[in-house]
């Protein structure tokens, strides 16, 4: 028997891009304009490394029936939780004060300098912006903020952007 094939990938190295976007008429489909508006911040590298931090948890229905010896399960609900970690004095800690209302953009796959274009998938995160954190400071560290975003909304995930 052959040894199975190794499918191509993708590096992530430059093939990303982070956006606050205050406003989007349609989170199920964000248009060009909106994401090149003018009060639109790119955040992308303003985070460090590890510091977009974006988690789903999918709760277990538990199903039980009459006399059944085994215990069943379902997909339940969705609950999606979203931290960031960014270099102290970046634009995103002069933009994300707490208390604000807007939407966390993420575009992977498509690289970093290309404009926004019909068709490129992003997910569109619905968020109250939490307080900003210190970071205990490290040696050869950069000083750094950590902050909770509330989701406030459905997410979408690999929404096409519209023209």
């Given at each position: 028997?052959?040894?199975?094939e190794v499918p191509a990938g993708q590096a992530a190295d430059?093939?990303?891009?982070v956006l606050w976007v205050p406003a989007i008429a349609n989170p199920a489909a964000p248009t060009v304009a909106e994401l090149e508006a003018g009060t639109v911040v790119d955040i992308t590298y303003s985070l460090v490394g590890d510091g977009f931090r974006h988690d789903i948890t999918e709760n277990e229905i538990t199903v039980n029936r009459y006399t059944l010896k085994q215990q069943l399960g379902l997909p339940g609900t969705r609950a999606d939780s979203l931290e960031l970690q960014y270099v102290t004095?970046?634009?995103a800690d002069e933009e994300l004060t707490q208390g604000l209302s807007g939407f966390i953009v993420?575009?992977?796959?498509v690289a970093n300098e290309a404009d926004f274009a019909a068709a490129q998938k992003v997910d569109v995160?619905?968020?109250t912006t939490g307080i900003q954190?210190?970071?205990?400071?490290a040696t050869n560290t950069e000083l750094q903020k950590v902050q909770r975003m509330?989701?406030?909304g459905s997410v979408r995930d690999?929404?096409?952007i519209a023209a």
């Open positions: 028997m052959a040894e199975s430059g093939f990303g891009k004095g970046s634009p993420q575009r992977l796959g995160i619905p968020v954190r210190k970071v205990a400071p509330y989701v406030r690999d929404v096409a």
